[in-house]
């Protein structure tokens, strides 16, 4: 299209130098099937644009990112995008590429919300370029799936099965915790425990983090779908479609089990109030017996004549004896008025 930036056919491809900080490259062919690039070859077939590739860099290497800078016929803006520090997700479309920030889970045996990394793309007809500055999870897992045989019919379909893979992670995530929250909720059912403050405060944490990072993803999802360039297939579209559908889903998921940790948040709130309440009309009901036989001790401690008892030689049973019938009457008392 003329005055669009694009990834353009070049008409004489010449030799190319190996590229360093490229982690892997790949040419796919008409019927979706990879074949893995090196270095030089993958800058070869990027000019030649004779079928679409696939080429992930290592950010951390400066030679990848010399290698990005040079990178012909791609916007300025999509370059800044892809060398860029800013980690905020979000999706630009510059005539016929598009160049965005996802997040994904760093790779490791366990998914941690915590530790969730952004990679950059840039994709047009002909090519997908991504970077990264660590290990991802989602990218790892799609990797493999190629090395397996997995097939890609063009770009959009590649770009779909990254975000798919990610949301299945945030559902398996979301999942987990679930069954953290069923723990807490059983251990709250059950009288003898007071709820586990710890766990719900890690399930809580971990929901807003997953949440605030799948809620800008749903909406790039929708805006790549409303504004899509002219090479996207209807296949692809309809692709893309249900991977929409899908974060649309783990995000419903995550807002449910945001809600539901605060209403067990709420329920462990009240019971331990329910408890400490308890606890203190134990105390008071101590203080209360304890507060007339400390007054009886005071009058017989008075150094004064006329004392009852002082010359009889049960005086000290007669004191005691006073002293648990008024204890007694005060239980009365206060049963009567329904304190316990």
């Not at 990797?143 to 990610?166: E, K, Q, Y």
Request: net charge negative; with cysteine; charged share 25%.
């Amino acid at each position: 299209m003329p005055g669009v930036s694009t990834l353009a056919s070049v008409t004489a491809a010449p030799l190319l130098p190996p590229v360093d900080g490229l982690v892997w490259g790949y040419r796919f062919n008409d019927d979706g099937r990879a074949d893995p690039l090196d270095g030089a070859a993958a800058m070869l077939e990027l000019e030649r644009q004779e079928s679409w590739v696939w080429l992930h860099f290592d950010l951390i290497d400066g030679r990848a990112r010399k290698a990005l800078a040079n990178l012909a016929h791609i916007p300025d803006e999509a370059r800044e995008l892809l060398l860029g520090v800013d980690d905020r997700q979000r999706m630009e479309t510059y005539g016929q590429v598009i160049a965005g920030v996802v997040m994904d889970f760093e790779r490791a045996d366990e998914l941690d919300p915590r530790r969730m990394l952004s990679w950059r793309f840039c994709m047009a007809p002909h090519a997908f370029i991504s970077a990264r500055r660590s290990p991802l999870q989602t990218m790892a897992e799609l990797h493999n799936a190629i090395l397996s045989g997995r097939r890609f019919p063009d770009v959009l379909h590649l770009f779909n099965g990254i975000i798919h893979s990610f949301a299945g992670a945030l559902g398996a995530a979301s999942v987990r915790m679930v069954g953290q929250l069923d723990e807490v909720e059983d251990g709250l059912l059950d009288e003898r425990d007071s709820g586990d403050f710890e766990s719900l405060g890690s399930v809580r944490r971990k929901a807003v983090q997953l949440h605030r990072q799948a809620t800008p993803l749903r909406f790039m999802l929708h805006s790549l779908l409303a504004e899509r360039p002219d090479w996207f297939t209807e296949d692809a579209a309809e692709d893309s479609a249900q991977v929409a559908h899908r974060v649309d889903s783990v995000c419903a998921d995550l807002v449910a089990l945001q809600e539901r940790a605060r209403a067990l948040q709420d329920e462990l709130n009240s019971r331990q109030t329910e408890m400490t309440n308890k606890r203190l009309m134990l105390l008071s009901i101590i203080s209360a017996v304890l507060l007339p036989p400390t007054l009886i001790s005071g009058i017989f401690g008075m150094n004064v004549d006329g004392l009852p008892f002082t010359h009889t030689p049960f005086g000290f049973l007669c004191t005691i004896g006073v002293m648990v019938f008024s204890v007694i009457g005060l239980l009365f008392v206060l049963r009567r008025m329904k304190m316990f």
